[in-house]
């Protein structure tokens, strides 16, 4: 079972920065692809939106509204997964999660965001003000 803890959110003016962190535990493999999407509150019927992505060869993929600004990563050795995130705007603001891919569908496609009841984390929240 993979449990996944992400910290970092916050708030912050319009273009500030902020770098999410998420701690992966119980599994092994690091072949996993791993990914960040969000949620934004009051925009349910949108859906969650894939942000970026990275597999365990290191190729990363993003979301256009974020590509230049957002930078992922991963520390496979400690497990860990992060967000840098850079010119932050309002409309970044969001519950920001976790994922982890064992079959790399979200790695090849942002829209297969790994669903309720797969690896994923519990989220935190970013506000970015104007």
């Known amino acids: 079972q993979v449990h996944l803890v992400e910290t970092g959110g916050g708030s912050v003016q319009s273009g500030g920065s902020l770098r999410l962190s998420c701690s992966a535990s119980g599994y092994t493999d690091t072949n996993y692809c791993m990914g960040w999407f969000r949620q934004a509150k009051g925009k349910e019927r949108e859906g969650v939106e894939g942000?970026?992505?990275?597999?365990?060869?290191?190729?990363?993929n993003y979301a256009d509204s974020v590509k230049g600004r957002f930078t992922i990563s991963r520390d496979t050795d400690k497990n860990m997964l992060y967000l840098q995130m850079s010119s932050l705007r309002p409309e970044d603001t969001a519950m920001y999660y976790c994922a982890a891919d064992p079959y790399w569908a979200f790695c090849d496609d942002l829209r297969e965001v790994p669903g309720e009841g797969e690896y994923r984390g519990q989220g935190t929240q970013v506000t970015v003000s104007s």
């Open positions: 942000v970026a992505t990275i597999n365990s060869d290191g190729k990363t």
